[in-house]
C-alpha cells in the first residue's frame, strides 16, 4: 500500500513567481503521427513539452532526483554528467544516461505516436537502496500562475495531475508487470514546499500533500520501480489524461518507440532521395544536415498546417516569465525555413508555409511582426522584408514548377503594393530594432518586385520592374557611405552601412545622423550612423542584385570582417553589428532588457554563402556552424565569445542562454549545403538574377513620397512623386508666377504617380507641389519643394 497521504493543502500558496527553463536545448522532437505533443530536452531531462500546438507549453520541466532516503540525493538536471544517443541523424528519439558513482540512470523518451502523451522509460542501477523520485513543473496552457495541483485518480491508476484552464496533465508511472507504481506523491508551491524543497531540508522526501494552487505549483513522485514506464498525457480532464497516458503505457515502450523510429527514418529516406544538400565525403555535415531537417519539421504545427514557430524555447528562459518566447510565428523566419524545406525536397510543407501565410495576410498587404498559430498578432512592427518574403517564396515554389494550381496571385499583388506604399524605408529591420534605409531589407524588396511581377497584370506588372529598378539603382546612393574615418582607418573606399535613419536622403546625409542602439544602457544608446555596419549588404550579392566582386562589396567585407568577426574555438563568427546589446551582461548574467551582443552561427551561414560567391569553399563556414552545435546537434541563436563562466554554463564557441535551436540558424545550414553542392546561393530568384545578372541598372527618375521626402533632384532626372491615394499634383516652377494641375495615374500596385521633367529647368530652379485631394475634395495644406541641381 502507498504512504499515506496528508489531508491539508500544501502550504506556501502562490508560491514564488514563475519561470521557464534554461534555452540550452540539447534536443528536441516530435511524433510525425497524430500526437499533438512537441518536446524538448536540456540539462539530460525534459523541459517544455507542448501541447495542442507547438505554440503552447505545457510544463517547465519533467526531472529526477536519485536518493537512498537516509540524507544523501542528487538532481539529474545539476549533476551534468551525461550523454545522449538516437537510432540514427535526425531521429528524435533519445536515449539520455546519467552516470555517477553510486548510479546510472538510463532515459529513452520519445513521443506516442498516436496520442497525446510523452513516453519516458527510466533504468536506475547501482546501490540497492537507492530510489528515483519524479520532479514535475507544469506551466499548463502557457502559463505558471494560476495551476491547481492534485493527485488524480481513476480506476486503479493514480497521477501526479495538473490543470489550468480546461487543460490537464498527467504523469503515470508503470513497471514491466503493468502496475501503477507510485509510492509517496506530494504536491506543493514551487520555491516553499515543492519536493525539492523537501530534500534540500530534509535530505529525504518526508512531505504528502495532496492538493496545491492556484499558484506556481509542482509535484513529486516516489517510483517504487527501478525499471518503470512513464507517461506525460495531456486532455481536457485529468480522466481523459489518465486513460491516454495508461492507454500509452499499456503497450509497452518497445512497439511506439520502433513505430516512431521507422516513420522518421522513412521521412529521412525520402528527403534525401529528394534532397540538394548532400554533401559527399562530409558525413558528419550531412548527419547535422539530418537534424536540421529535424528540427525545422518538428517546429510545424499539426493543426495549423505550415505555420512554423521560430524555436521551441524562451532566450533565458530561467530569468522569465514572459509565455512568448521564440514560440510564436515570424513571416521572415518561416520563409527562411520553407527555403530549407524545398532544399531537401520538402516541397509540400513548402507550400504549407504558403498556404497558412496566404491565410494569415493582412487586408493591406503585410503580416504582423509576430503572431501566435491562430494569427493573433504579439508585437505588431512592420518589418518590409517580412513582406517581401512571401513573395520570394511563391517565385521559388512557381520557379521549380511545384504551385501545384495554389492562388497566390492575390497574396501577391497585395504584398507588393504593400511594399510600393510603404517603402523604400522600413518601420523595422530584421532584428526588430531601427526604422530606416537598409541593404538587407532593400534586396528583399527589390527582388520581391521583380518577383512579384511574374504574377501580375498591366500596369502593375511594369510599375513593380520599374520600382524594382529604381530602387536598385538607388542602394548605394542611401546606405553607402565613402570617405569616412572608419574607412580611412580600415583603408578602403566606403562601406555599406547597417541603416540609414529614414530621414537620410542619401548616404552622404547619413553621415551625421545617429541610429538608436537598442537594448542597450540610456548612455550608450546612439551612434552616428556610419560608424554601425553589418553583414546586411551580403544580402545584395545572395538576391543577385550585386556581384560578389564588386568593389564597394569587397571593401565592406573588409570592413565587416574587422568589426564584426571573433576567432573562436569552432572557428570564426560574427557579430551583428558594434554595439549590440541583444545578449548576457559581461559578467554572464541573463539578458535583462540591457546587455552585450554575441556572435550568431547563423551569420556564419551567410558569410559563408558570400565565399561561395566570391569562388571560395563554404565547406569550412558549415563546419564551424556545426561545431557550435549542441549534444543533441541544435544549432544556437549565439555562441559565447569571452572566457569561460562555468557558473552560467558559458564556454567559448558554445551556446549562450539565446533561442536554441534557431530554425533560422538550421534552415541556413541546410541551404548554405544545398548551396554548396549547387555552387550557387540555392535560393537565388532566377528572375532576378536574369533581370540584374549582380549589376545595378540606371533609372531616369528620382521619387518623392511622404516617407522619403528628397529636396534635391539632378538636372535631367524626372521627379516621379508617389502617392498612396489618387489626385491633382498642382506644382509651379516659377513661384507661382504659373502653375500646372496633373492628375496622378493609378499604377494599380497601390500608388499613383505623377512625372515632372527637370531638362526643361535651369539649375537652381526648384518645382514647389502641392495636392488636391480627389477622394475627400481636400487640399493638402502644405507646399512642398525640390531643388534641381548639377
Not at 534532397?275 to 517546429?299: F, G, I, N, P, W
Request: net charge negative; aromatic share 10%; proline share 6%.
Amino acid at each position: 500500500m502507498p504512504p499515506p497521504i496528508t489531508e491539508s493543502d500544501a502550504p506556501g500558496c502562490p508560491g514564488i513567481p514563475p519561470t521557464w527553463s534554461s534555452s540550452a536545448k540539447d534536443a528536441v522532437g516530435t511524433a510525425l503521427g497524430g500526437s499533438r505533443v512537441w518536446f524538448t530536452l536540456g540539462f539530460g531531462i525534459v523541459n517544455e513539452v507542448f501541447y495542442p500546438h507547438v505554440d503552447r507549453p505545457q510544463i517547465r520541466d519533467l526531472g529526477f532526483i536519485v536518493a537512498d532516503g537516509k540524507g544523501f540525493w542528487v538532481e539529474l538536471k545539476r549533476l551534468d554528467s551525461y550523454t545522449i544517443e538516437t537510432p540514427g541523424p535526425g531521429i528524435p528519439a533519445y536515449t539520455i544516461t546519467h552516470k555517477h558513482a553510486r548510479f546510472t540512470l538510463e532515459l529513452r523518451i520519445c513521443p506516442d505516436v498516436k496520442r497525446d502523451a510523452l513516453l519516458i522509460e527510466a533504468s536506475l542501477s547501482g546501490d540497492d537502496d537507492l530510489r528515483l523520485y519524479a520532479l514535475l513543473a507544469p506551466h499548463a496552457d502557457g502559463r505558471g500562475e494560476d495551476n491547481r495541483a492534485r493527485i488524480a485518480t481513476h480506476a486503479r491508476w493514480r497521477a501526479l495531475s495538473a490543470a489550468r484552464d480546461g487543460t490537464t496533465l498527467a504523469l503515470l508511472a508503470m513497471d514491466d508487470e503493468g502496475c501503477d507504481v507510485w509510492g509517496r506523491i506530494s504536491c506543493g508551491y514551487v520555491g516553499v514546499s515543492d519536493g525539492w524543497q523537501d530534500f534540500a531540508r530534509n535530505g529525504a522526501m518526508t512531505w504528502s500533500y495532496p492538493t496545491a494552487g492556484p499558484g506556481n505549483v509542482a509535484l513529486t513522485g516516489e517510483i517504487l520501480a527501478r525499471h518503470v514506464h512513464l507517461s506525460l498525457s495531456f486532455a481536457h480532464g485529468p480522466d481523459e489524461a489518465i486513460v491516454l497516458g495508461t492507454s500509452s503505457l499499456s503497450g509497452g515502450c518497445d512497439e511506439n518507440w520502433l513505430q516512431h523510429v521507422e516513420e522518421w527514418q522513412r521521412w529521412h529516406q525520402w528527403a534525401l532521395g529528394h534532397s540538394s544538400s548532400v554533401l559527399d565525403q562530409h558525413a558528419e555535415l550531412q548527419r547535422e544536415v539530418a537534424v536540421s531537417a529535424m528540427v525545422l519539421k518538428t517546429h510545424q504545427d499539426k493543426v495549423y498546417a505550415g505555420a512554423t514557430v521560430a524555436s521551441l524555447s524562451i532566450p533565458w528562459g530561467q530569468s522569465r516569465t514572459n509565455g512568448g518566447g521564440y514560440h510564436l510565428v515570424w513571416a521572415r523566419d518561416q520563409v527562411e525555413a520553407a527555403g530549407a524545406l524545398l532544399a531537401i525536397g520538402a516541397y509540400r510543407d513548402a507550400r504549407d508555409v504558403l498556404r497558412y501565410l496566404i491565410s494569415t495576410q493582412q487586408p493591406d498587404g503585410h503580416w504582423y511582426q509576430n503572431q501566435w498559430l491562430d494569427g493573433t498578432p504579439y508585437w505588431q512592427g512592420i518589418q518590409l522584408d517580412e513582406v517581401g518574403f512571401p513573395i520570394l517564396l511563391a517565385s521559388a515554389l512557381k520557379e521549380r514548377g511545384a504551385l501545384r494550381g495554389m492562388f497566390v496571385g492575390e497574396m501577391v499583388r497585395r504584398a507588393a503594393s504593400f511594399i510600393a506604399r510603404e517603402g523604400p524605408v522600413t518601420g523595422q529591420d530584421r532584428w526588430e530594432e531601427d526604422a530606416g534605409l537598409n541593404p538587407f531589407t532593400l534586396a528583399v524588396c527589390v527582388a520581391a518586385l521583380v518577383c512579384a511581377a511574374e504574377f501580375l497584370d498591366e500596369p502593375a506588372r511594369s510599375y513593380a520592374l520599374e520600382l524594382a529598378d529604381h530602387w536598385n539603382a538607388r542602394i548605394e546612393d542611401w546606405t553607402y557611405v565613402e570617405e569616412t574615418p572608419l574607412a580611412a582607418r580600415l583603408g578602403v573606399p566606403g562601406y555599406y552601412v547597417r541603416t540609414a535613419p529614414p530621414e537620410a536622403r542619401d548616404a552622404r546625409a547619413a553621415l551625421c545622423s545617429t541610429v538608436p542602439i537598442k537594448n542597450r544602457p540610456p548612455s550608450e544608446g546612439n551612434a552616428t550612423a556610419d560608424e554601425v555596419v553589418g553583414l546586411e549588404f551580403l544580402e545584395l550579392v545572395r538576391l543577385g542584385l550585386r556581384k560578389a566582386d564588386d568593389p564597394k562589396i569587397t571593401a565592406s567585407v573588409k570592413v565587416a570582417d574587422a568589426l564584426l568577426r571573433v576567432d573562436l574555438p569552432t572557428g570564426p563568427s560574427w557579430h551583428r553589428y558594434p554595439g549590440d546589446g541583444y545578449g548576457e551582461h559581461e559578467d554572464g548574467f541573463a539578458f535583462d532588457g540591457t546587455g552585450i551582443g554575441r556572435a550568431w552561427p547563423l551569420l556564419t551561414g551567410e558569410r559563408g554563402h558570400y565565399a561561395l560567391a566570391a569562388g571560395e569553399d563554404p565547406v569550412p563556414y558549415l563546419r564551424e556552424m556545426a561545431a557550435t552545435a549542441s549534444r543533441g546537434g541544435m544549432l544556437p541563436e549565439q555562441v559565447w565569445d569571452r572566457p569561460a563562466i562555468p557558473e552560467h554554463h558559458l564556454y567559448p564557441g558554445q551556446p549562450t542562454g539565446g533561442a536554441m535551436p534557431l530554425v533560422w540558424a538550421h534552415g541556413e545550414f541546410i541551404k548554405l549545403a544545398a548551396s554548396s553542392a549547387l555552387g550557387r546561393a540555392f535560393d537565388r530568384p532566377e528572375v532576378v538574377w536574369q533581370r540584374y545578372g549582380g549589376v545595378a541598372t540606371s533609372t531616369d527618375w528620382r521619387s518623392w513620397r511622404f516617407n522619403h521626402r528628397r529636396t534635391t533632384i539632378e538636372h535631367g532626372k524626372v521627379l516621379r512623386i508617389t502617392l498612396c491615394d489618387p489626385a491633382t499634383v498642382r506644382y509651379t516652377t516659377d513661384d507661382w508666377q504659373t502653375q500646372r494641375d496633373v492628375e496622378t495615374r493609378d499604377t494599380e500596385l497601390g500608388v499613383h504617380v505623377v512625372d515632372i521633367p527637370t531638362e526643361p529647368l535651369a539649375l537652381g530652379r526648384t518645382i514647389t507641389f502641392t495636392f488636391h485631394w480627389r477622394e475627400s475634395g481636400t487640399w493638402e495644406g502644405e507646399n512642398f519643394s525640390v531643388r534641381v541641381e548639377g
